[in-house]
């Protein structure tokens, strides 16, 4: 097992081995996914006040909880990079953030055209969607960070500084803002505050949370391998891999 | 190492950081002028209602404040890391942290500190009542300190840049974002004459937390910056 | 000056620095004792100003690692620090600050209660008199014997130079030298990386050339 890690540290190995998970990460995403929409559009009944126009959720719920679980993913990782020196993590990181993002966009958007039909305009303060808005700030500050430094080892440490730094902030924001959204809208409509939910609706929504998941390891593979060869493009594996093909 | 000689590295730069602010002295104008400005603009774009003021006023006054204090950042590490005084703060026999302190302390009292002496000019013209600027002061106070700290932090991760200053505000002003709130809620709530005590408390929450924790933070990212 | 006699090592073992992609040096190893000199030579670009930040610490190598006394520099930290003195491309002087302030400044960073004196620190870069002078009103070459100074008020027993004499004049540089050897015959260390060829009397001198 210990052997096994150390191989996953060397890049020449990452490659190889990563290359060979992506296939069945992708298919396992990609059949959880059909089942959880097939689940979510077809088979959960639909809300006795929304109608069917709540349906948006097994989009938005996951992407929500993906966009703050990927970045704290990369906060670890940073950390991980800056003590011990792991160049894997470094690049584990790094390639973390642009999904982050696309993830918080994602839930962005979903929530806002949830949000259409209930409060009757696209965008309204609601504590939720303004922490995700904030946290999609993050994301850019680490994603312009990378690329303004131009040494990228540099970068990506300094970067790992940020996404700490960050993550111990995230909270605090996070609770400043519901603070904040109590004192001056009084309590919204919370979407799915509702405290039994219906097992139809639930299974579809773990399944979806499941498929991204496994969509987001399967992309930050595929991201981080592109990085390695980027990375060691000078090293003679990577020639001798460019040579063959 | 003992505690002697690093409040005696904590006092030198603290004074050498004074003592050039002082041998610059008209620079140090040009935050409170800014400071200043920003607040003249917003009577000029939303009219000069003195009950739409009022109601405004707290929220202008800080985030003229958070612009003022992000601005004059830049200056925080600048002139060291051209000169060359940055290296030698990094293989000093004290820890880098120490003397970051001192810096950023300095940086407060240069920057942070003449915002609180025009802040009430400013909420007289905005028409804030008399309870309302006390608050405004004290959330200042415990406020503004906290914004040199975090902003500290993003300096030292941009300082080798080039174009540092765009990015510096992309990373440092959603980290502002607590800080606002807090503070200009503070002063809403004393000219509605609720209770502050929750957002004094927890703006010297913050201002502890990231006293302890930014320094660490902002030499780590110098060390990284540099090499 | 050192004058502890006591004796040092740094030692540097199969160091590798990887700067943008591109390799500047590997495998290099060394061992500097007191009373030696260790001189880098090679192209611009070459590496030398790498090696010589790596050798403070300011940069982690990328293989290999250097010893203090048998101990990793990134280890000791700090206490390392208090071993070495650095002056690089850029002077590190404050220019509104006067060349005494800037000393008392250099020698209170450096070490914990140093008495050393400022005043037989200047005199002997030959800046005495202009004590009370802001550093922007000295000349590039006063300018230069003033970061140099700074060497002279910590008790360092590494010096670590990256091209001492720039701007300099005969003169300073015939100052510069004397502080040089003094400082090896009184057991110190020198790394130093110059265009300009040094006179330093019989010390025994380590030459690495990073061009090859």
């Known amino acids: 097992m210990l052997r096994f890690f150390h191989q996953l540290g060397s890049p020449k190995h990452f490659y190889r081995i990563a290359g060979r998970w992506i296939p069945w990460l992708a298919a396992a995403c990609a059949a959880l996914m059909l089942i959880g929409l097939y689940q979510g559009m077809v088979v959960a009944p639909p809300d006795y006040q929304q109608g069917d126009s709540y349906r948006i959720m097994f989009i938005h719920v996951p992407s ?91 970068a990506a440490r300094a970067t790992a500084i940020l996404a700490i730094v960050g993550v111990v902030n995230i909270p605090i924001i996070h609770y400043s803002v519901e603070w904040w959204n109590t004192l001056h809208q009084g309590p919204t409509v919370t979407k799915f505050g509702a405290p039994s939910i219906d097992l139809r609706m639930l299974i579809p929504l773990l399944v979806m949370a499941v498929a991204f998941k496994l969509f987001y390891a399967t992309v930050v593979l595929m991201r981080a391998r592109v990085e390695v060869l980027q990375r060691e493009r000078n090293a003679q594996w990577v020639r001798e891999l460019v040579d063959i093909s | 190492m003992n505690t002697p000689s690093l409040s005696r590295a904590f006092a030198l730069l603290l004074w050498r950081d004074l003592l050039l602010a002082y041998r610059r002295r008209t620079e140090m104008i040009n935050p409170l002028l800014f400071f200043v400005l920003v607040t003249t603009l917003f009577p000029l774009g939303i009219g000069a209602d003195p009950a739409l003021l009022r109601q405004v006023a707290p929220g202008i006054i800080w985030v003229a404040a958070l612009l003022a204090a992000m601005l004059s950042l830049d200056s925080v590490f600048r002139s060291d890391f051209e000169d060359g005084s940055l290296e030698q703060f990094l293989i000093s026999a004290q820890p880098l942290s120490i003397l970051v302190l001192a810096k950023v302390v300095a940086h407060w009292l240069i920057t942070g500190l003449p915002l609180l002496i025009v802040a009430p000019l400013l909420g007289l013209l905005l028409d804030l009542p008399a309870a309302s600027i006390s ?93 | 000056m050192t004058g502890t006699g006591a004796i040092f090592c740094l030692e540097a073992s199969g160091l590798g620095c990887v700067r943008d992609d591109r390799s500047l040096f590997e495998d290099l190893s060394f061992r500097l004792s007191s009373g030696q000199v260790l001189l880098l030579e090679g192209r611009n670009g070459s590496g030398k100003t790498s090696l010589l930040r790596l050798l403070c610490g300011m940069r982690q190598p990328d293989a290999g690692e250097i010893r203090w006394d048998g101990e990793d520099i990134f280890g000791l930290g700090p206490d390392y ?92 540089i015939a100052i510069v030298e004397t502080l040089f050897s003094n400082h090896v015959a009184h057991g110190g260390m020198l790394a130093v990386t110059s265009h300009h060829q040094v006179q330093l009397g019989d010390a025994e001198t380590i030459r690495i050339d990073l061009s090859s």
Do not use: C
Not at chain 1, 128 to 143: A, H, N
Not at chain 3, 161 to 171: A, G, I, N, V
């Open chain 1, 64 to 154: 929500a909880w993906m966009s703050l679980f990927i970045y704290i993913v990369m906060a670890v990782a940073g950390a991980i990079g800056l003590i011990w020196h792991m160049k894997l993590a470094e690049v584990i990181a790094i390639s973390s953030a642009p999904i982050g993002a696309s993830f918080t966009f994602l839930a962005l958007v979903t929530g806002s055209i949830w949000g259409k039909p209930m409060w009757g305009a696209w965008w309204v303060w609601d504590a939720r969607l303004t922490s995700e808005l904030i946290l999609l700030f993050l994301y850019l500050g680490v994603m312009a960070l990378y690329s303004a430094v131009e040494d990228k080892r540099t």
């Open chain 2, 135 to 227: 608050t405004l002061l004290v959330t200042l106070a415990l406020g503004t300190p906290v914004l040199s700290m975090i902003g500290a932090i993003g300096v030292a991760l941009t300082v080798g840049l080039h174009r540092g200053g765009v990015i510096l505000s992309l990373l440092v002003l959603p980290l502002y974002i607590p800080v606002l709130i807090f503070a200009a809620n503070a002063v809403e709530s004393a000219g509605a004459g609720l209770p502050i005590v929750a957002h004094l408390s927890l703006l010297t929450a913050l201002l502890v937390l990231s006293t302890s924790l930014s320094p660490l933070a902002t030499a780590a990212a110098l060390k990284i910056s540099l090499s």
């Open chain 3, 81 to 172: 620090h208090t071993h070495i003195a650095y002056v690089g491309h850029k002077d590190g002087v404050k220019h509104d600050l006067t060349a005494f302030e800037n000393l008392k400044l250099a020698r209170g960073l450096a070490a914990p209660n140093l008495d050393t004196s400022i005043e037989d620190a200047l005199r002997q870069v030959e800046l005495w008199g202009f004590d009370d002078v802001a550093a922007r009103n000295l000349s590039a070459g006063q300018q230069r014997r003033l970061a140099l100074a700074r060497l002279l008020v910590t008790r360092a027993n590494l010096w670590i130079l990256d091209e001492p004499f720039t701007s300099l004049d005969s003169r300073g």
